[in-house]
């Protein structure tokens, strides 16, 4: 690297990262250093894992690690958002036990505080929060997964009693994959249908004790043990069925709906679906913790890989030595997108934790602010999940045979993190949601008949018809010249890259919105709802797609403020190549968008790729900068090949040729004495000549 090129300041970038949190993101860490016992044991057995990972949260326990989120009146620190930002670090050290601990106290926990009252809280939450009291969170069914509004377990209330009768009337009804159900749980939070005076108010949750201290099942209830799984094999997933199992009154969590001793239902939210849904949004603590976590794994995916990549040589080049892995094109191609994608999930994953944190702390707790909240953390969540899966696989394929064994960690990252993708919902799922409060979002602008808004709508569409008979296209290759130069400074600025990105999500959703109206347009209204259904279920691809688009520019967005507040001239621009590669990495991956819809001309398009490869180019020479900014060690990291044991090694292979060398002993290689003897008859073919 030249003396005036620009470098970053590892630590500037590092406390970007860290973000508000930085304290008990770096408390968190250092318990993981400083504790060999809270270590994954590569290949461990399930059972002995599941004693290792009960006695990890024993630990955790006595080391302090897992109060923050609770009332300060509790022993708590109320510190949502410090809660969340310390859990997501314990990946690091055991993902099982990072997941049984979310189980624990930001599941069943949880549930207790956010959905229960004081009184509930002051009974149960001292033994969650000291582990005396193992509980489950009991949501899921075999027959529903993500479609929670439909399960089937009822609660129904008897008024001679005072009691709820919790029941699975059929198999689809019974509770699956639930952690601490199989062995461990004493209680569960039951999610179940309140039905009372023969009225069904929805979905509501309850406290339901399911094992005696010693571990007895209690009467009524039944538990299978899910098993060996893909990952995660240090919890005790289960399922629970619950045979007319009767609890008090009072243990109906009832800060969102209540049933008097007579059986009058009571609610201070009137709409049955807004209460639902206000109820289940207190829980996406889940999906916020889980985009963190996601992160964390991916940038100690790359941190691996890339240190490998800078020692590991392969193949000879022009110098005689062998080429590092990382000086190779493609071999950047492969890591260094997802370095930049990392930083912008990164970036974007602090905003939605400064805005959980700013909900339930109370601060700007607001049903839109709430609303906000549970649109990021799907679309956030589902995008870095699916990412962390993809880059921890490249990661081991970038690494060789030695990503593949265990003990460098890349493959077992990756098993336990699979279920990330569908654990706090179904990825796809989830991204519908945000793609219907897209459409949400859309329709408002003309509820109250704007004119303006209308307009600007019809004019939009013209354009879109304009562009698809090519006139911007041709536009724009007029204005390039055919020159790759020009055409890279019409996107090389944040303007340029934010137009494009947004352009792709607003006529994303109008499309998908004009195709919903067109559907039901001048239809007799008895056939209306299901000529809608079937609608949706047409434009469901796009709608998910405009969904995706949407969070990656909240990801690019947040990345380009975070790039705005750098006052280090080297890191701005090295951070700024690095924001441009995200941005122009997804313009590239939806080329054919752009193209069939005329926002791009050939010539531009091509040129985004060639300025990515400059790109590249660029940033080789700060990879291992960008990730120690990660700061992530050794001590947290336990991957051999992340030690500089591969630098060693081709030290000493070096050292050894050159020694032999030295001294006279390294053999010819036969290719080397044919060349040799062909460059010797050459001389003697001529000097043949010469002489004749």
Known sequence: MADNAPRINVQQVSDALLGKWKTERLEARELVRSRPSLHTIPGQPMDEH??????????????????????????????????VAAFQELVLADPSMQIKGGVQWGLFGSAILHLGNKAHHEKWLPDVMSLKLPGAFAMTEIGHGSDVASIGTTATYDPDTEEFEIHTPFKGAWKEFLGNAALHGQAAVVFAQLITRGVNHGVHAFFVPIRTPEGKLLPGVGSEDDGVKGGLNGIDNGRLHFTNVRIPRENLLNRYGDVAADGTYSSHIESPGRRFFTMIGTLVQGRVSLDGSAVRAMQAALTIAIRYGTQRRQFPGASGRETVLMDYGQHQRRLLPR???????????????????????????????????????????????WAALDTLQEAREACGGAGFIAKNRLTGLRADLDIYVTFEGDNTVLLQLVGKRLLTDYAAQFKDGDKAALARAAASQIGDRVSRFGLRQLGQSIADFGQTARSVESFRSPESQRELLTDRVETMVAEVAGALRDATKDVPKAERAARSEDAFNAQQHKLIEAARAHAELLQWEAFTEEVDKLTDPGTKQVMTWLRDLFGLTVIERNMTWYLVHGRMSGKRAESVTAYIDRLLGRLREHALDLVDAFGLDDALLRAEIATGIEEERQQEAQNYVDEQRAAGLWPVHEKELRAQAKAAAKIAEKAAATAS
């Open 50 to 83: 599941r004693i290792r990972v009960l006695s990890q949260l024993h630990e955790l326990v006595e080391a302090g690690a897992i109060q923050r989120a609770y009332p300060k009146y509790l022993g708590g620190g109320d510190n949502h958002g410090g809660n």
């Open 339 to 385: 370095l930049a994608e990392t930083y912008a999930m990164a970036f974007a994953h602090e905003r939605l934790l400064t805005v959980f944190d700013e909900v339930f702390s109370g601060v700007k707790d607001t049903d839109e602010n709430r609303e906000d909240l549970e649109t990021l953390a799907a679309g956030l969540k589902s995008l870095s999940t």
